[in-house]
């Protein structure tokens, strides 16, 4: 049983200060992995995707990827209020065409004006 | 930017009717995938389709749930006798299927069973 595993919080961060979520995964043979962001009663956006180990940035996001480690992570830069949200991990099934999502709990985050 | 859609936005239903959720997908996409959120908790897989056929189901997908891909746009997941534990807010979702996996939400229905 594939499990994916974040730190439900909540995390509270001061506006302007870099926010970090993690997340651990089991299966060893996870290729591909996602953020998402899901506001309340909302459905669940992609913000990031990330492929290979290291770092992929898009504005004020960055993933980071350890395969060797089993571990993603998210910090967000410059947090904004509206940042304000439950972060959502997802791991994809390895197999392929048919990739349906496990996700974690959600770690909630907080930016205090 | 294409979208997926979902209808109803919201849904009330007694105990033991059938609904009929209704999900449009990003049009050039190939795999479809419903998945359901419980007030509270974690999103779960329900079944994915691809082909006119569903490719894997969860535990949660018995026989009271069916999907269907009736003409070439519409995605709709029908539960035949609903339950109280079936309240949750449902997801539809798709991937394009040619070597992006990136999924995109539609905006989901929440279903009230009373």
């Known amino acids: 049983q594939k499990e994916v595993e974040q730190n439900s919080g909540p995390l509270s961060v001061p506006e302007g200060a870099i926010a970090s979520l993690n997340c651990t995964y089991s299966?060893?043979?996870?290729?591909?992995f996602f953020w998402y962001r899901q506001y309340s009663g909302k459905s669940p956006e992609l913000i990031m995707s990330?492929?290979?180990?290291g770092d992929k940035e898009d504005g004020r996001f960055t993933a980071q990827l350890n395969k060797a480690s089993q571990y993603v992570s998210l910090l967000i830069r410059d947090s904004q209020p509206s940042d304000s949200a439950t972060y959502l991990c997802?791991?994809?099934?390895?197999?392929?065409?048919?990739?349906?999502?496990?996700f974690g709990t959600g770690t909630r985050l907080t930016i205090i004006p | 930017e294409p979208e997926v859609t979902q209808t109803p936005s919201h849904q009330v239903t007694q105990m033991g009717q059938e609904v009929i959720l209704r999900c449009v997908p990003i049009?050039?996409?190939?795999?479809f995938y419903w998945y359901r959120q419980i007030l509270g908790q974690k999103v779960e897989f329900l079944v994915s389709?691809?082909?006119?056929?569903?490719?894997?189901k969860s535990e949660i997908f018995d026989d009271q749930f069916s999907v269907e891909r009736p003409d070439g746009s519409n995605f709709t997941l029908k539960i035949r006798s609903t339950k109280l534990e079936d309240s949750a807010m449902y997801f539809c979702?798709?991937?394009?299927?040619?070597?992006?996996?990136?999924?995109?939400f539609g905006p989901g229905t929440r279903l009230t069973v009373t």
């Open positions: 997802a791991v994809p099934s390895t197999n392929f065409g048919n990739e349906k999502l496990t």
């Open positions: 299966d060893r043979g996870s290729q591909s």
């Open positions: 990330i492929y290979s180990n």
């Open positions: 049009s050039n996409h190939l795999y």
């Open positions: 389709f691809y082909n006119n056929e569903i490719s894997e």
């Open positions: 979702a798709s991937i394009n299927g040619r070597g992006l996996n990136e999924q995109y």
